[in-house]
C-alpha cells in the first residue's frame, strides 16, 4: 500500500467520497461545509486527507491530528463528527473561474492519485453551482 497526504477536504456525499482540491482560502471547508448543512453527507477530513491505494481505489482519512476536526471562516476550527475514511469516488478541482473550461474536454475529467484513476470536476471557486457540478460528476 502506498499513502500521501494531500492539501484536500474530504466528505462523503451519499455513498461516494468525494475529495475537494484547491489553493488554501478557494473555499474548500466552505463548499463541505455547505453540503454537510444540506445533505445526506459526513465529513471525513478537512484542509488535509491522508489517501492510501488499495487494490485500485483510493481510500482518504484524516492525519490523526486534525481528525474531527474543521474550519469555520470567521469563527475558527470546530469539533464535528467524522467517518473514519470512504473510498474516493470524485476528486473537486476549485479553480478560478477564468482557469474552468466550458466544455472540457474528456481527458480533464479524470485524474490519477496514486496510479489510480479517478473522475474528476473542475469547479470555479465559491460557485453557487458547485454541488450540481459535483452531483452531475458522480451520476456520469
Known sequence: MTTTCLHATT????????MIRG?????KSSLAAHILRHNASALVSDDYTSVTAVNGRLIGKAPDTINGLIEIRGKGIERFPAEPAVCIHL???LLPRADVDRMPEPEALECTILDVAVKRQPVPCFDENAEDLIRFALRG
Open 11 to 18: 466528505i462523503r456525499l451519499g455513498h461516494h467520497g468525494v
Open 23 to 27: 489553493a488554501s482560502g478557494s473555499g
Open 91 to 93: 476528486v473537486v478541482d
